[in-house]
């Protein structure tokens, strides 16, 4: 029997880049709608997806459009932190599937969230799951903010770098088993209680990758892999105006 499913979406309204972005109108409705919309059409229960927020203005909103939000601590170094919170506030049981979807990919297919939900209920032993696609040029290899995953056997993620990993010593030049992470992830409660009371770890500071700090401390994390990379996200005004595009167009 599968355990349990909930989906987290985290909507922070404070960001360096753009400030205030979960409410950023697409065809009329805030961003955050919109991946509540994606998750929905990959089958998860709205009574199952959470929105969580550290902002009273984005609670107002998600309440008046009938979606379910849970107001966090401000403080929070990560959306991880705040995925914690809201599964101990809401006493979800140990061996609960959390999805963590991030609430500024309005474009985030519906088939990925499913895929990565089957994936994590056929490999339990996993304490985390995500999601890669391979990387098909060279300069998406060399560009350090497209964070790598080096991949071991039957779906293991091995390291995560900005930096190119594998390195093919005799073609430097080859693209082959380079993979981009998506940042998606999935836990049971008690992995992502476990992974919360860990510090952060040295490479982890280094590489600014919060994955690194279950890697550091022995957590594993399988990868389930995708043909092609899901469209950007939204972190700059340039690109809610390209995404804004895209959709109302």
């Known amino acids: ?91 979800w049981i140990n061996d609960t599937l959390v999805i ?5 990919e309005p474009l985030i297919p519906s088939q990925l969230i499913q895929q990565l939900i089957n994936f994590t209920n056929e490999r339990p032993h996993f304490d985390i799951t995500t999601a890669v696609s391979p990387i098909q040029t060279t300069e998406d290899v060399t560009n350090p903010n497209i964070v790598k995953v080096a991949m071991g056997e039957h779906n293991r993620a091995v390291y995560f770098s900005r930096s190119a990993i594998p390195f093919n010593r005799d073609e430097p030049n080859c693209v082959d088993m380079i993979y981009r992470h998506i940042g998606i992830y999935a836990y049971s409660v008690k992995s992502l209680q476990q992974f919360c009371q860990y510090p952060e770890s040295a490479i982890e500071r280094m590489e600014k990758l919060e994955q690194l700090r279950a890697l550091s401390n022995g957590l594993s994390i399988g990868a389930t892999i995708v043909e092609e990379a899901p469209p950007h996200g939204i972190d700059t005004k340039q690109d809610y105006v390209n995404i804004k595009y895209l959709m109302e167009s």
């Open 1 to 91: 029997m599968s355990p349990p499913i909930k989906v987290v979406i985290p909507a922070r309204f404070g960001s360096s880049r753009l400030a205030g972005k979960p409410l950023l109108q697409l065809c009329g409705k805030p961003m955050f709608w919109h991946v509540f919309q994606r998750t929905v059409e990959a089958g998860v229960a709205p009574e199952d997806i959470v929105l969580a927020t550290d902002d009273q203005r984005i609670y107002s909103e998600a309440t008046r459009l009938e979606i379910t939000c849970l107001m966090t601590a401000v403080d929070h170094a990560s959306g991880t932190d705040r995925l914690n919170e809201v599964a101990n506030k809401l006493n």
């Open 100 to 104: 963590n979807v991030q609430g500024d």
